[in-house]
Structure formats: C-alpha cells, structure tokens
C-alpha cells in the first residue's frame, strides 16, 4: 500500500448485533483463525483421535454416566454427566501428542455456559487453547490450535441446575509427521541478570551495562535485571536504556532494596526529554536519602513499586522531562513532578503530588489531588473503568513462572493492597523462550503448538507476520526485546480471540514500507471480548531514530473491548534515519474496534492524524502528542481546506465517545510559520465529550488556531512564551 495518501478506512456498521450465540462466535472465530494462519505445506486431513481413549473426570452423576461413556461414539445413547455444582472437567488421553484441529462438544440439556478448552503434553501442566463464554447447548464445533496428549474440557459455569453433560467429546487433528516439536521453557540467556542476596558483584555489574546503556539511545544492547526475592542492601541501580529491573516475587514486598534504582540526565546535560525505553517492576526501595530519583521521558514504566520515601521526576538541577508513566504502584511519601511536562499515574497510593507544568492526570489514584484543570492542571478520575495490569515473571519456589493478573473494574489503588493479587500463574514451560537468531518461522510454529512467547533481550528481524491466533495467549518481553519486520511484512498480528496479552516489546519500522506494524484483529473483527479483552501494555512503536524506517499505519485496532495500557508510538524526530519522507509514516493508531480504552496514550510526530477514531464507546484517559517537528511547509500538511491534521480525530460516524487529559504540542522548527487549524477534531454529538484538553506552541514553533474544531482560544497571542491554551470541556 502506498504511504501516500489516506488509506481506505474499513468501517462496521455504528449500530450492530455484538453479542452472538456460542455457535455464531465459534464459527466466525473458526473463520478469523483460519484466515490468519501461517501458509504451511499440505498434511493429512485431521482425523478424530479420542474415540476410544482413555478418558477420566472430575465427577460422575452416577455409575451409568462415566467418563468413557463421551468417548465411545454413541452420540445419543451413552453420555458423561458430572455431579450438579460448577468446576467440574472432563478429558481424554489421546496416547500420543497430536496437532489438534478442532473439537465438537454434542451437550445433552445440561449443557456448560461457560468452558475452556485445554491441552497437556503431561496431564499435569495445563494450558487454555480457546475460552467459550456464553455457551447455548446444542452442539458446539470449536477450531483449535497447537498440540497436546491430553485435552480437557474445562467447566466453569452450568446453565442448569444439573451438572455437565455430554453425549459425546470428539477431539480432531494429526499425529505425526509435524516435525520436531519445540520445548518450552529453558534457561533466559546471557542478557538477563538473574540475582539474588549472596550474589557477588551487584553493584558492579549494574554499573557495567549502566556504562554500556546510559547514552545508547539507539544501539543494540539489551538487558535485564532479575532480583530474587529478599533483600539487597547498599544499591543504586542506575537504569540507562533498553534495561529493565524488576524483581522476581509475586508481590513487590518480597523483594526489597535498601537503595535507589536511578534515572537521571547527566549524559544528556541534565535534559530529561530523551530517556526513553526502559522501565521498573516488582520492588520495594528504601532509598538512601528518603526520595527516589526517576526522571524519565515517554516510553518508561514504572509498575508495582513500592517506594518507602518519595520519589522526585525531575532530573538532577531540575532541568526538562516530558513525561512519563506509573501504575499499581505505592509512594509512601510525596510525588515531586517538578519539570515534567505531562504525566499518567494510574490504579496507585500516593502520599501528596507537587507542581502541574501542562497535564498530570490521575485514575483510581488513592492521594491524588482533585481535578482542578486548567490551573493546576490536575485531571483526576476516582476510578480506572477497566483494567488489567501486565503479566510478569516471577519464580515460585525455585519454578519461574509468568503472572497474568485478572481484570478490574472500577478499580482504585494496588492490586496487591490487600495480600497477594488475584490471577493466574503459568509454568515457564508452557512459554516459548525466544532468543537471539530465532526466526518468524519459528516462533510461528511455537505459537501453532500452543505455547506463549518470552522474548529474551535482543533485536529479532521477522521476515513474516508473527500470528497470534490462540485465545489467552501471552507475548511478553524482557528487556525492551525488539521486532524488526523484513521486506515491509506486518511485525505482529491477533486473531480476534480472547485475552490476548501483548507487553513488554519494542517494534521498530524496518527500511521497506509496512502497511502495518501491529494489529488487533482482522478488518471487521465484530466479537465480544467484554469478559476477556486483549491488553498491549508498554509495547512501544518506532519508525526512525535507529535507521530509515516506514510504515503507513502503525497500529491498527479491529478488535472490540481492546485494552491499550501505556504505549508511546513514535515517528523519529531525530537519530538516524528520519526526516519527511525519509521516515514516512501518515497514520499512528487508528481504532475501528467497539468499546476500545486507552489508558496512557502517547503518539507523536505523524505526517497526517497521529490517532483517528472509528468505533463507538471509545475511551482515552491522557493523551500526549507532538506534531511532527519536520514538516518543510504548510502546503505539506495541509488537509484539503483544513490547515494541519488533527492530533486525535473522531470520525463524524461516531456517536459516543469520551477522553480525559489530553494535550497537543507543535515545534515546526523547519517552518515556524506553520499553523495547525487545531489540535482536536470531533463530532458535536452529546455522546461525544472531551475534558481537560490543551494545545500549546513550543517557542512559538507553528501554532493553533484553536484547541478543538473552532474552539478555544488560538495560541498565537502567546508568542513565542509557551503558555498553553486550554478547553475545560467540549462541547
């Protein structure tokens, strides 16, 4: 697809059927799974394996309703009934691991609402191939993906009084001739540091990769830091890029540094705006001299901390920050903001917050302060509507495993506030650990197998399309752990499934034009995610900086009830590798999915609209965003009679929609003459509200006429004083 020019939108109907029957559901995802799998060589046609296996259950109803009795290809004469209370499972042992293709579940009358399907190599260690959640009798026909010896229907919830109950559970697919199958599980490579008390040479370590990574912006290094759980004392973790540290308990108290864990600007003469890509997870500090220094910039998490003291943004001398990111975190003491521009805190416990430069926003934040926006410029929510914090890894005894913490709604302070956080926990074996050389092939094969993926640190080039097809499947990285796509494919690509869960990674835009970088969902994607959303939570997106990069649309969200927690999208404006058409990229997230929240949203520096909005209920709680710095002129941006495209647009089809905390900035250092005709565009429907909007000119650098379509008052009476212009509410 050309990068020139605005690519054809693919719209759903604004008034739509979302909820289906079971069989509806099962068949259109049958339909998604089968139009995203990866092209393979021809293979015997699936066959049924379990007629005749063994089979054993959790319960019976009696002795005239056993488990063999859904094995035994009597489909309406013998069945398994267990007894009448929820939880209750079913499996079959199907003497040798298969690829499996589908099931078909024949219910009598008392049939699962709710039922996972999942697979065992061992019968021990289970993994979810696909969730059913609103299940209607009859007879189910399920796509299934991967392998396994043993599956299991897993009832979680009746639709009658009685127990489950099968005429017959039919699982289809191959054995043999796929080819060696990859193990999951193994040791995390030479980059990620795994520590514990009685460690040798912390310090000393932490101070190597610091010195390797302070000023890296764009080198290859990546690296991870893992703290076993108990106590380290006398550290100061510097953080520099591409590095992460996170400790290794399932709760941030199990893992305590009396010390720091530091980001400060001293490679960059005490400016903060480009410590970028790196992060902190699952530690309690004590820092030495009460506050804890964290000056950072877009693209840096902080998450499940708990710091006894309190913690200062600002870099060493006070000098710029642009913002950065917190959550599920506490701060014993006082936040000092300082010099940071924008701010997102979220589902936290705070002791006080100093200072409001442009836009601090807060949701379900115990201590914020309230909203007071335009000045201070405070925007506070009392709760997150929804959310569902990043999977981690953790060990449990001496097993590592991967957390995946389970929704909220309405949620307000820690998960972990009240002892340990609800959830599940997954064995390490059930992951593919992907290293270094590791191809697209492969790790397509590890995902059709059933396994999750944990990217190691390091730089990965794809030369096809990563397929995400299974419901429940986690993609996690450590380390700022990079994707490259080759020969302009699409990097990484989710069926529209169930709880798919994407953290932890970095995709840079390879030198050849992708149309697309990240997807949720293909075109038309209409399933109900509600109960089980997918999450892409500190994944990031360049296109420039480390080299030539293009890519027309970074991210792409077909997929109703997605969840975007903390991402920072972002054409280069500097580095290697950019300029106008250099690093073409017209589009940054588009959104055509229903019901679709982002929580911490930044994107920056598109040629045309950094966010457009097509699906209805869409929510944003902070938005930040530049404009690209290097348009030559303003013929370049002009928009048919509009001057400039607008920084977040929602399309006139749509009749419901709302955001919080949101803020526009231009710097047209090429051509300050620019003018932007303003920084917002949207309906005006009173299902459509915007609150605590700001548009500003960075030294006078371009400006706006207004702040959103033709209101709010035009910056240019500022000048070159870099004083926003706000909108309290709109309309």
């Known amino acids: 697809m050309s990068s020139v020019g605005s690519p054809p939108v693919f719209r759903r109907p604004a008034s739509r059927v979302r909820r289906a029957t079971v069989g509806a559901l099962v068949t259109s995802l049958a339909g998604s799974l089968l139009a995203l799998a990866p092209a393979t060589t021809a293979q015997a046609a699936p066959t049924l394996l379990s007629q005749g296996r063994t089979a054993t259950a959790s319960s019976t109803e009696g002795g005239a309703f056993s488990a063999s009795a859904a094995v035994d290809g009597d489909l309406t004469g013998t069945r398994w009934a267990s ?3 929820d939880a209750q499972w079913i499996q079959v042992d199907l003497g040798s691991s298969a690829t499996l293709s589908h099931a078909v579940l024949t219910w009598e009358a008392a049939y699962g609402k709710s039922y ?3 697979a065992s190599e061992n019968g021990t260690d289970w993994r979810t191939v696909t969730t059913v959640s609103a299940g209607d009798g009859g007879t189910d026909n399920i796509t299934l993906s991967g392998t396994g010896r043993y599956i299991r229907m897993n009832g979680l919830t009746r639709a009658t009084g009685y127990g489950f109950s099968l005429w017959e559970f039919q699982v289809y697919g191959t054995t043999g001739g796929t080819g060696p199958t990859l193990p999951g599980g193994g040791d995390l490579g030479p980059n990620v540091h795994v520590v514990d008390p009685s460690t040798p040479g912390i310090q000393a370590k932490l101070d190597q990769v ?8 764009f080198g290859s290094g990546r690296h991870a830091f893992l703290f076993k759980p108990g106590t380290y004392n006398g550290l100061n973790a510097q953080i520099g890029f591409y590095t992460q540290i996170a400790g290794l308990g399932l709760r941030p108290g199990d893992t305590t540094i009396n010390g720091d864990v530091t980001v400060d600007a001293g490679w960059f003469n005490g400016n903060a705006t480009q410590n970028f890509w790196r992060g902190a997870e699952g530690l309690t500090l004590n820092p030495v001299n009460g ?3 964290w000056a950072v910039s877009q693209a840096s998490s902080f998450r499940r901390m708990h710091v006894k003291g309190g913690l200062n943004l600002a870099p060493n001398g006070y000098g710029w920050a642009s913002g950065g990111y917190i959550a599920d975190s506490k701060i014993d003491g ?7 521009q924008q701010w997102y805190t979220r589902e936290s416990s705070i002791g006080g917050w100093s200072n409001s430069v442009w836009n601090q926003t807060f949701s379900g934040v115990e201590g914020a302060p309230a909203t007071s926006f335009p000045e201070p410029r405070y925007t506070t929510l009392d709760t997150t509507p929804i959310s569902r914090e990043k999977p981690y890894l953790y060990l449990d005894g001496n097993e590592y495993k991967v957390f995946a913490p389970a929704k909220r709604v309405n949620a307000r302070g820690t998960s972990w506030a009240n002892g340990a956080p609800q959830g599940e926990s997954i064995p390490l074996n059930q992951f593919y650990v992907v290293k270094p050389g590791a191809t697209a092939a492969t790790i397509n094969q590890a995902l059709a197998q059933g396994l999750h993926l944990l990217f190691t640190p390091g730089i990965y080039h794809v030369d096809q399309t990563i397929n995400v097809n299974r419901a429940n499947t986690i993609v996690l990285g450590l380390g700022l752990a990079t994707v490259i796509p080759d020969n302009g494919v699409t990097a990484m690509k989710v069926a529209d499934v169930d709880g798919v869960r994407l953290a932890g990674f970095l995709i840079d835009a390879g030198p050849v034009n992708s149309p697309t970088l990240l997807e949720l969902g293909p075109q038309n ?11 892409v939570q500190d994944v990031y997106i360049r296109i420039g900086g480390a080299g030539a990069g293009k890519a027309t649309t970074s991210v792409v969200v077909n997929s109703d009830d997605a969840i975007i927690d903390h991402t920072w999208v972002w054409r280069a404006d500097h580095g290697e590798g950019w300029g106008w058409e250099t690093n073409r990229a017209d589009y940054g997230v588009r959104v055509n999915g229903d019901d679709v929240l982002a929580t911490g949203l930044f994107v920056e520096h598109f040629n045309k609209y950094d966010v457009e909005w097509y699906g209805e209920r869409g929510r944003t709680i902070f938005y930040q965003n530049e404009k690209a710095y290097d348009a030559p002129n303003q013929a370049a941006i002009q928009n048919g009679s509009t001057k400039g495209y607008a920084a977040y647009r929602v399309d006139d089809s749509v009749n419901t929609h709302e955001a919080w905390g949101l803020g526009s900035y231009c710097n047209y250092n090429v051509d300050p003459t620019i003018v932007q005709d303003h920084g917002f565009k949207a309906p005006v429907k009173p299902g459509v509200k915007f609150h605590s909007l700001l548009v500003v000119s960075l030294g006078g650098m371009g400006h706006y006429n207004h702040v959103i379509n033709d209101t709010g008052a035009s910056t240019i009476p500022a000048g070159t004083s870099t004083v926003p212009s706000t909108v309290v509410s709109f309309p």
Do not use: K, L, M, V
């Not at 610091?210 to 912006?217: D, I, L, N, T, V």
């Open 83 to 85: 007894a009448w209370q």
């Open 291 to 293: 506050t804890d220094r």
């Open 210 to 217: 610091f010195q390797q990574q302070e000023s890296a912006q």
């Open 116 to 118: 996972d399907i999942q």
């Open 525 to 535: 994607s209409s399933a109900d995610h509600a109960a089980n959303p997918t999450t």
């Open 334 to 340: 006082q936040i000092g903001n300082y010099s940071q």
